[in-house]
């Protein structure tokens, strides 16, 4: 009988604790949207660990000085599923997913997951890179276009060392990416977190946390509909 009710009550405890995160949600949308400021939700996929949804948010808040909120975690579409090289998701799907997805009242929305992620590497006329073998499913850390209202982060690539640089990599790449959304092409500041990473993680811990000033005259708050 007590491990009956002791279940009802942790079922209803976190009833409860969901509804009251839905309705700070749904209270912070209705305030956005009478303010001029900018909100970025954190969307994690199923998986992806608190903890580290928490850092992202302290560094978007820290760095760009903007509102967020994190949304409850989603499974991926399986349909974004390839296995071309190794197992992976499309990049490029998932972006398009948070767009689709995008509440209302939020300006941009940064994705979290920890399986591996891709995209096809192109040239400055479209075409595949070449080899095309290596490039037409290209493992990455995160993607975002620029502009755009949705970028998307992996931990998978960047969590090989140990827990303090894991998480400073993974706060830099979000900041990239979302630097990107707001229309910050790469940088050639060494000392920059937009700078391109060039396919190596160094590149990433080589920098600091740290938007130099010419990209940061060069935010764009773009709205997104
Ligand atoms: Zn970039
Ligand atoms: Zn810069």
């Known amino acids: 009988m007590n491990a009956i009710r002791f279940v009802n009550?942790?079922?209803?405890?976190?009833?409860?604790?969901?509804?009251?995160?839905t309705i700070?949600?749904?209270?912070?949308?209705?305030?956005?949207?009478?303010?001029?400021?900018?909100?970025?939700?954190?969307q994690p996929f199923k998986g992806f660990p608190t903890e580290l949804t928490d850092s992202v948010e302290n560094a978007i808040q820290r760095f760009y000085g903007f509102q967020t909120i994190c949304m409850q975690p989603v499974p991926i579409p399986e349909s974004y599923f390839v296995n071309i090289k190794s197992p992976r998701?499309?990049?490029?799907?998932?972006?398009?997913?948070?767009?689709?997805?995008?509440?209302?009242?939020?300006?941009?929305?940064?994705?979290?997951?920890?399986?591996?992620?891709?995209?096809?590497?192109?040239?400055?006329?479209?075409?595949?890179?070449?080899?095309?073998?290596?490039?037409?499913?290209?493992?990455?850390?995160?993607?975002?276009?620029?502009?755009?209202?949705?970028?998307v982060v992996s931990t998978f690539r960047i969590f090989s060392a140990g827990k303090?640089?894991?998480?400073?990599?993974?706060?830099?790449?979000?900041?990239?990416e979302l630097g990107h959304n707001l229309g910050i092409p790469h940088c050639p500041d060494a000392d920059c977190f937009m700078r391109d990473a060039n396919e190596t993680i160094k590149t990433i811990d080589f920098v600091e946390v740290n938007l130099c000033v010419n990209c940061q005259a060069r935010i764009h708050k773009f709205r997104f509909q």
């Open 9 to 21: 009550y942790s079922r209803f405890n976190s009833m409860l604790k969901n509804l009251i995160k």
């Open 164 to 176: 303090a640089k894991n998480i400073k990599r993974l706060q830099k790449v979000c900041l990239h």
């Open 24 to 42: 700070s949600i749904i209270l912070l949308l209705a305030s956005c949207s009478s303010q001029d400021e900018v909100v970025v939700a954190i």
């Open 89 to 151: 998701y499309r990049a490029d799907s998932l972006i398009r997913y948070l767009k689709k997805t995008k509440p209302k009242g939020v300006d941009f929305v940064t994705g979290l997951c920890m399986q591996d992620i891709s995209t096809t590497k192109r040239d400055k006329f479209r075409r595949i890179k070449k080899p095309e073998s290596k490039y037409r499913d290209w493992g990455i850390f995160g993607l975002g276009y620029r502009p755009g209202p949705s970028c």
